[in-house]
């Protein structure tokens, strides 16, 4: 392959990224896989090999909120965050860490705020919640604990100050091994609530 079919090809790849971005943003899309194989198709691009990873189409994401959020999105990110930490103030018992869009910084409108809580049980922590009369729904979620290997955890959604909240619940020894992120394969990033409130 010569140096033009990879400039092509590099390009086709930052086009589908660009795309993906835009519809994950516009459309609340939150599969990275179903927004690429969108975008593809919207862009005629087929090709397997033109297709970015996540971690591109996640940069295109953070560049699309600097081009056309501007302090808006800013603003955003701070209302969200600020919902964040009360959240965590109400699971202070179970110690929270915050991940995801709303940590990292590519959060929009129709994004969840994703706590991490740790207990002995997830009953405990829908204890918790029924005991401060707040309204929840269970969910599961398999998150991949090392290469190879998926998981299973409990979580409950609630909504608090307007907006969704999940907090997946994991062991107590589970604050110690971030799962591994869908985007980089690496440990996902976490932030208590001292971090959070650095952040705003």
């Not at 690429?36 to 005629?44: D, E, M, N």
């Not at 915050?98 to 994004?111: F, H, K, N, Q, R």
């Not at 100050?161 to 976490?190: C, H, W």
């Amino acid at each position: 392959m010569g140096r033009n079919d990879n400039n092509e090809t590099e390009r086709a790849r930052q086009m589908v990224a660009q795309e993906a971005a835009r519809i994950i943003v516009n459309h609340g899309v939150r599969d990275y896989g179903a927004a690429k194989t969108k975008a593809a198709g919207r862009l005629g691009l087929k090709s397997r090999g033109a297709l970015p990873g996540n971690s591109e189409i996640e940069h295109a994401i953070e560049q699309h909120h600097q081009l056309f959020g501007g302090e808006s999105h800013v603003d955003l990110l701070r209302s969200m965050r600020e919902t964040a930490l009360s959240a965590m103030g109400i699971l202070s018992s179970f110690t929270p860490r915050l991940v995801g869009p709303v940590l990292i910084g590519t959060a929009d409108e129709s994004s969840a705020i994703n706590l991490h809580v740790f207990a002995d049980s997830a009953e405990s922590v829908a204890m918790e919640l029924s005991s401060l009369d707040i309204q929840y729904w269970p969910y599961e979620r398999q998150l991949k604990s090392r290469r190879g290997q998926t998981d299973n955890y409990a979580g409950f959604q609630f909504r608090h100050n307007s907006a969704e909240i999940q907090a997946t619940v994991f062991p107590v020894d589970g604050i110690r091994q971030a799962p591994l992120s869908p985007i980089d394969y690496k440990p996902m990033d976490r932030a208590d609530a001292a971090r959070v409130t650095n952040l705003l």
